[in-house]
């Protein structure tokens, strides 16, 4: 077996890449910086797991109901029923590796997060994704040294080595370039997709990293590999602006006690409190966001949104929230335990994407994809305390699937907690750890068109049109512009680069104008009601340069057993 | 406001360095080092003090709010992550920029930091057994978790030199976790890695406590790690 390419080492790619390596297969970890710079170690409020430790009866059942919910109904179900069934064992995995969440008395202590009725989500204070990219980059590192894993950080994803024709096309490698020396090289084998989300599409207004340019998703649409779900783009409720970004407040401060409000006719108003009696502040994401918007542009309101966290106790303060507090008084100049802080609505994420299968498969053949880039696991608005679960839990997948589709032998303790398929995975003799794989060829093509970047002021130009088009409210007339308006940048990209990003920018615009309805993140105010005929996944795809766009089916949604309602 | 930026650049080739001047008006009180590199490199009609266009300033940078590490450079001969620099901070109107010292210089301010992680692997720094959680040594395995791995410790470090024994604070924070972490009964080698490579090597100068942009607390760690490892004050 060669050895397994995978784009990316952030928390999605780190977890295929260990997978993998437990199970005795080679990989190159390929990314252009280290792991610690992966927008996952900036991931905060923490990870969901219905672990059922806070003495509420909480099930991985609810788990489900609630992502199925919180995302519109427009995930795939059959893998949410995956993914929050095994996250129980994530966490115990993650706590085996050392991760420092926080315990009281050897109980771990789990915390309220938005659209989430029980207490769910494990975390160390408001540093989760730091804390267990740190424990996933040490455990890497036990298979570095053994050879298994091969890092490649500064190498730079140019494009997939494709074979054959359209609706047959199968993956053999992937071109990188050395972004020290410059140098091109091409890698075959199969290969995994962990690129992280689109925010380079946006720069400047999302709260993650810029290294995550879009440039990976952009290529490889060109290249004929399937996206949907490209309209729903999340806002999240609470962020602040800081030089260059949005920076993100966690939902944990929220979660622990954090309330919003506006100034009514001089009066706080808490908006959130009197419209959602159940939820209050920690309704999913898109409803807060868009209650804000709303609040923000009444006329007998002052447009400026608070978050108050005033009333949380020292105790919190000290050991939950010690970080925010830091990270706020440093950035606003405000104690937020004394005063409370202006927020307002920032891109936090992508829920649309890469389209995969329940296996992490792509529409090619040999090519998988996990983490943000994909689009599957949070259909139409994305649930906090999700998206390091879907990271760790969608890697591990792809890995696993990678493993039994070829035979190769992997642990029981996996196959417990892994959603790998029947395959020849009872092999009773372990493969050889492979380390021999062809060694990555220098390329020596003469041309390589998508070495070239895209310009700042194309992709300014672009991101203007394309935040005009999906803010918060959408609506036919503000899209039909944007989409005109994209044409015209069009007709002026200069390489390859720019025109991908064109075509991905055009299919986002096409996709929410396609969407004739309000769901999740995508509000149309032209369309402000739920449609059941388009509770379908849309699906863009582009062939010779041209991209279609088409509603799918979903898989129909598992049946709880008596076993699911349980208690674990 | 407007700031000189003179920055310490060098041909991708021959290596070979040279200072080019910049003068950059900056829009608003917060604007960091970070964010005039970007600009500076989105506009194309930019000119250095002799009229010369500004090709594209090589620098790395990730998340821009001092998380990640990846834009540590000298500035005005500090190492420092340029996302935590904020312009009003200098109050001459001449910042220097210049790579970091100890890693080899790859293009302008960009560094090549493999010895970090080579001095990691040295040491061994992953679990061998599954963690054991005692909340006692919590508050270290969460401190010993948040090194950025950023190299600004090893720069003002008199005790560390690429391809020296001592593997530097960067190498220890992380060996802490362990030590918090890992069974007793599984220390020993770890003990062994930490004298060798940690404990003597360190001339306990501490400038890497000051000028860690994460506010490590390395000292905290240090006496912790040193009863474990050196002393034995802990129970085995």
Redesign the interface.
């Known amino acids: 077996m060669e050895r397994i390419n995978i784009i990316g080492a952030g928390l999605a790619g780190l977890s295929a890449a260990i997978t993998l390596a437990r199970g005795g297969v080679g990989c190159n970890l390929i990314s252009l ?2 792991s ?4 996952s ?2 991931a905060e409020g923490g990870i969901n797991a219905a672990l059922d430790t806070m003495g509420q009866q909480d099930t991985f059942w609810e788990h489900y109901k609630d992502t199925m919910t919180g995302g519109g109904q427009l995930a795939d179900a059959d893998a949410v029923y995956g993914l929050t069934k095994h996250a129980p064992d994530i966490v115990r995995w993650l ?6 969440f926080h ?4 109980r771990l202590i789990l915390r309220n997060f938005g659209g989430q009725k029980k207490k769910r989500t494990a975390y ?2 408001s ?1 989760t994704g ?2 267990i990219v ?2 996933l980059i ?2 890497a ?2 298979y ?2 053994a050879g298994v894993i091969e ?1 490649y950080p500064h190498h730079e994803f140019i494009r997939l080595l494709v074979d054959g024709e359209n609706g047959k096309k199968s993956c053999k490698g992937v071109r990188i370039r050395d972004t ?1 020396s ?1 140098e091109l090289y091409d890698f075959s084998g199969m290969v995994i997709l962990a690129s992280g989300g689109m925010n380079g599409i946006f720069p400047g207004m999302t709260t993650g ?3 995550n340019s879009g440039d990976v998703t952009a290529t490889v649409f060109a290249q004929g590999v399937t996206l949907s779900n490209l309209e729903m783009l999340q806002y999240h409720p609470t962020t602040i602006g ?4 949005r ?1 993100l407040v966690t939902e944990a401060a929220r979660g622990e006690g954090g309330r919003l409000y506006i100034l009514r006719d001089g009066a706080p108003w808490y908006f959130m409190e009197e419209k959602y009696p159940e939820l209050k502040n920690l309704m999913p994401r898109d409803v807060v966001s868009r209650e804000m918007y709303f609040a923000a542009r009444r006329e007998d309101c002052g447009g400026q949104v608070y978050l108050d966290m005033t009333g949380l106790s020292d105790e919190i303060w000290k050991k939950k929230l010690s970080d925010l507090r830091e ?1 706020l008084r440093r950035y606003l100049g405000i104690d937020p335990a004394k005063e409370p802080i202006p927020v307002e609505p920032g891109i936090h994420y992508f829920m649309g994407g890469i389209d995969v299968d329940v296996y992490h498969r792509t529409n090619i053949q040999n090519l998988y994809a996990a983490g943000e880039c994909t689009s599957q696991y949070h259909g139409a608005n994305r649930l906090g305390g999700n998206s390091m679960l879907g990271a760790i839990y969608g890697g591990k997948v792809a890995a696993e699937h990678i493993m039994s589709a070829a035979g190769a032998y992997f642990p029981k303790e996996m196959q417990k907690t892994g959603a790998a398929p029947a395959g020849n995975s009872d092999a009773s003799e372990r493969i050889a750890v492979m380390t021999d794989g062809k060694a990555p060829v220098l390329c020596t093509v003469s041309a390589e068109p998508l070495t070239e970047e895209a ?3 194309f992709i ?1 130009r672009l991101s203007k049109i394309l935040s005009d088009g999906l803010g918060i409210v959408r609506s036919g007339q503000r899209l039909q512009k944007a989409l005109y308006d994209v044409q015209e940048v069009e007709a002026e990209a200069k390489n390859l680069r720019e025109k991908n990003r064109t075509a991905l920018a055009g299919a986002m615009l096409r996709s929410a104008m396609m969407r004739t309805e309000s769901r999740g993140a995508h509000y149309r105010e032209d369309y402000p009601e739920k449609d059941e005929t388009l509770r379908k996944k849309l699906t863009a795809s582009c062939q010779e340069g041209t991209v279609s766009l088409n509603f799918r089916q979903l898989c129909d949604e598992p049946e709880a057993t008596a076993n699911d309602c349980d208690l674990q | 406001m407007q700031v000189q930026f003179d920055i310490l650049r060098s041909d991708r080739q021959t290596k070979e360095q040279y200072v080019q001047s910049i003068l950059y008006e900056c829009a608003d009180d917060s604007e960091t080092v970070a964010t005039a590199l970007t600009k500076i490199n989105a506009d194309s009609a930019v000119r250095d003090l002799h009229g010369n266009p500004v090709s594209a300033i090589a620098w790395e940078c990730s998340c821009l709010q001092k998380k990640c590490g990846a834009c540590a450079m000298l500035i005005d001969g500090r190492p420092r992550l340029a996302c935590d620099a904020m312009l009003k901070e200098f109050r001459k109107k001449h910042i220097s920029l210049s790579p970091l010292k100890k890693f080899p210089v790859v293009c302008d301010l960009i560094v090549d930091r493999s010895i970090l992680y080579e001095n990691l692997k040295v040491i061994g720094v992953w679990l061998k057994k599954e963690a054991e959680r005692s909340e006692k040594h919590d508050d270290m395995a969460y401190e010993g978790s948040r090194c950025l791995q950023c190299g600004c410790c090893l720069e003002v470090c008199p005790n560390f030199y690429a391809g020296g024994s001592f593997a530097g604070m960067s190498a220890f924070v992380p060996t802490a976790r362990l030590l918090s972490e890992l069974p007793d009964t599984q220390k020993k080698e770890l003990f062994e890695a930490y004298r060798a490579h940690i404990y003597e090597g360190c001339g306990k100068s501490l400038a890497c406590r000051k000028i860690c942009p994460a506010g490590i607390d390395i000292d905290g760690l240090l006496v912790n790690s040193n009863a474990m490892a050196v002393w034995k004050r802990v129970k085995r």
Not at chain 1, 103 to 106: A, D, I, L, S, T
Not at chain 1, 242 to 245: E, L, N, P, T, V
């Open positions: 910086q280290h610690e710079r992966a927008q170690v900036l706590t085996a590796l050392g991760v420092p315990m009281e008395q050897g160390a204070k540093s730091k804390m740190s424990a040490d455990e590192r036990k570095e040294a890092r020290y410059g990293t810029v290294q800081i030089s260059g970004k920076c990270e310009s700042p002021d300014m």
